[in-house]
C-alpha cells in the first residue's frame, strides 16, 4: 500500500509536468527558434554530420563528442532542416525533464520528505523556476548535463547508504558521460574529484577496488586527449582553452586574433598544413566553408593564445586573480538564464520582467545582492557541512550527510573551473548544477526553516 501511494505521487508529478508542457508550447507559445542552430557553435555543421557522422566525430577536437553524436543521430534520421531538428531537441529536453523529476522523486524519498513537501518543491523548481524552463527549450546540452548531476545526486546518496560497488561504477559511468558532453568536466582532475568525494564516504572500504575503478575512468576520460595529441599534436579533450584565456583575462589587446570569430583562416590554415605535413586534414570538419568552430585554424590560434594567456598570468597573477574574483562576484548576481539573444520564442513576452530589473538602478542592486546573498548562504552551509564531516572522515557511519559534501565538491569544482578558465556565460554553466539548489532548499523545508533544527541535524 505504501510504495502504491508513493507510485501515484511520482505519477501525479509526471502528469502534471506533462500538461504543463503541454500549456507552455501550445499556449503560451515557447519554444525552441530553429535558426539558432545555425549559430550555436557547439555543434556542427548539419551538412558534415549527414554526410560523414562518425567521421566528423573522430574529426572533432574543439570540445567533446557526445552531444554532437546526439544532434548527429538526428541529422541523420529526420534531415538537416532546422524546424525540424529543434523540434527533436526540445523534445529531447522535455523528456530529459522527465527523467530528472524521477531522480528528484527519488532523492526526496531518501531525503524522507512527505508528499506536500516532495509536491512544494517540485512546484518552485520544476514548474516556477524560469531557469529550467529556458534551458529545457533552448537548443544547448545544458539541459543534459543538469539531469546527469541530478544522477550523480542520487547515486552519491544510495552509495553513502550501503557503499556498494554498483553505485560507484554508476557515479563514474554518469561522470564519464559529462566528460564527453563538456569542457568543464574533460580533466582528469574532475575524476579525481569524483574519486575523492567516493572515498570521502567509505574511507578505506575496499580500497584498491575504488582505486582500480578510478584509474580505469581516467583512462577513458583522457580517450579524446590521447586522439587529438595523435591527430592535432595537442593533449586536451579541448583545443580552445588559450582562446578562454584571453576571455577571462578580459586581454582587450589580443582579443581580435584571440577569439571565436568564424572569418578567413587561411593563413592559420597554411601554419598549420607546414607544421604537420603528414597529417591527413581534408575532412570537410577540419578545413573548408563546413568545418566552423572546428576548423584546424583554431587550433593554432589557441596554441599562440594560451602562451600569451600564461605568459601574462606569469607576470601579473594578482591581476588574473582580480579578472576571476570580478566575474565570480559580478555572475552571483545574475539569474542563471540571463542570456540576451538566448531567449526562446515569445520567451519576453511573459518573462521581461526580469530583464527589465538591470534597467532600473535601484531594482537591479535589489536583484544583484539578493541574489548574492543567497549564494553567500548556500556556499556557506554546504562548507561548513563539509569541514563537519571532516571530523568523522575516517569513521564508517553511513551519514547522508557525506553524500551532500562529495555532492558539492562537484559543484565547486565546476564553479571553480568556470571562473577560472571560462570567460563568459557562467550564469549558463552553473545551471547544471540545479540540484544543488533544490537539495538545499529541501535541508531548510525538512527543518521547517527552523535555524537550530538545521544546525543541530547537520552540524
Known sequence: MLMLKKNNQLLFL?????????FTILVLNIYTIPGDLGVRWQILSVNVLESDLLGSLYNLHYQPPFWNLIYGIFVKIFGKDFNVLSNCIHGL??????????YFYLVCLLLKLDNLKITITFL???ILSPGYLFYETISHYTHLTTLLFAQLVYYYLKFTGNRSVRYEIRIYAVSLVLVYTWTAFSHPLFILTIFLGIIFIKYKD???RSFLIFIISAIISILPSIKNKIKFDVFSNSTWTGLQIIQVLQDWDNFDKCNF???DRTKEEENFKKKYPNLNIEHPSLTGRFSGYNHVAFIEIA????????????????YYLSKVKFNFISTHGHYSFDHVGWEPNNWNDYFV?????KENKITNQIKVRSIQFYYFIMYLFFLFLILRNLYTFTKKERYLHKGLCAISFIFFWLILVIHFFAGFEQERMRHTGHFLHIIFFVVILQNNFNLRKIYRNFF
Open 124 to 126: 518552485i523548481f520544476f
Open 303 to 318: 596554441k599562440m593564445c594560451t602562451k600569451i594567456g600564461i605568459n601574462q598570468i606569469k607576470n601579473d597573477p594578482l
Open 93 to 102: 529536453n522535455i523528456l530529459i525533464s522527465f527523467f530528472s523529476i524521477y
Open 261 to 263: 570569430n568564424i572569418k
Open 206 to 208: 575496499n580500497f584498491f
Open 14 to 22: 509526471l502528469v502534471f509536468y506533462l500538461f504543463f508542457k503541454i
Open 353 to 357: 520582467f526580469f530583464s527589465n530589473l
